[in-house]
């Protein structure tokens, strides 16, 4: 044990004293590891950045206020969440990409591919808002990404919302007809009954009725509720900030000094790595 702990033991002031007569090599080595970091940037492509803001706000006046209070902040993260996952779907990118390039197949391809790996999209912290920030090959290009992003996802977004919302009204509809007919055929009961309120069959169909009307009018509110939240649109997409056109460079080729940093950190591991290789051959 104690031989293997002498065997690893480095004295530093040697080890300094080979660093130091090695001092071209090792100069050599940081220099080009931050030459190489600084070169790295240079042989990406160019890239630009444009970002938009979006904000997602849900209206809570229609409805029970008592619950929507409970409700809110769990219910706004679930939507957000929802939304963000829209804006990644493959229906919203292939309509942006269908916007800018129409017709052209292989165009289209590369600016999916290029959009795709681009594409950030986060939630300011304790804000309802929604960061959308695109790349492209040109200004121009990232402007265009953003805005067709923005655009379509607003479109489609609130297309499914409406739909969603028509398909609930027509379900509502359809119970509220349904709630009215059994009403009106249990109080068609209830006046060919005897009215006697201490028969117990009368008694009966008295409740039922009582019942059934309570279902009734619960139904029709609820779908009154339905048709104002589908004209006042009850969670509304609005776009605050809209998509700039960016005027300096983003990526690995805006990050040439740090990656100059990070290599001249990485050669200067290498110059110690080969002096300690040094010592042990001198040991």
């Known amino acids: 044990m104690d031989t293997k702990e002498q065997e690893y033991e480095i004295d530093l002031t040697k080890l300094g004293r080979i660093l130091w007569q090695k001092k071209k090599q ?25 970002t938009a803001e979006v904000q997602v706000r849900s209206d809570v006046s229609v409805g029970n206020l008592f619950e929507a209070k409970v409700e809110t902040d769990n219910q706004t993260t ?56 695109a790349q492209g090959r040109t200004p121009e290009e990232a402007q265009q990404f953003t805005k067709g992003l923005t655009d379509n996802f607003i479109r489609i977004h609130s297309s499914n919302k409406q739909a969603i919302q028509v398909r609930k009204s027509d379900f509502l509809y359809k119970q509220v007809a349904d709630a009215k007919r059994v009403l009106m055929e249990t109080e068609e009961k209830v006046i060919a009954a005897p009215k006697d309120e201490f028969n117990p069959i009368y008694r009966q169909l008295q409740r039922e009725a009582k019942i059934k009307e309570d279902i009734y009018i619960n139904l029709v509110k609820e779908t009154e509720s339905s048709r104002i939240r589908e004209q006042m649109n009850s969670e509304e997409i609005q776009l605050v900030s809209p998509a700039n056109l960016p005027t300096t460079e983003s990526g690995s080729r805006s990050k040439n000094k740090l990656f100059a940093v990070v290599g001249f950190a990485v050669g200067a591991l290498l110059s110690l790595g080969y002096g300690i290789l040094c010592y042990r051959k001198e040991n």
Not at 39 to 46: E, F, M, T
Request: glycine share 8%; proline share 5%; aromatic share 2%.
């Open 78 to 133: 679930i939507n957000i969440m929802s939304i963000v996952e829209l804006l990644r779907s493959p229906g919203v990118i292939e309509a942006t990409v269908d916007s800018i390039a129409p017709d052209s197949e292989h165009d289209k391809a590369v600016l999916k591919s290029t959009l795709t790996k681009g594409l950030k999209i986060e939630q300011l912290r304790g804000t309802d808002l929604i960061k959308i920030t």
């Open 26 to 50: 090792v100069g050599a080595l940081c220099v080009a590891g931050a030459v190489l970091g600084a070169a790295y940037p240079l042989i990406q492509p160019v890239s630009y950045s444009s």
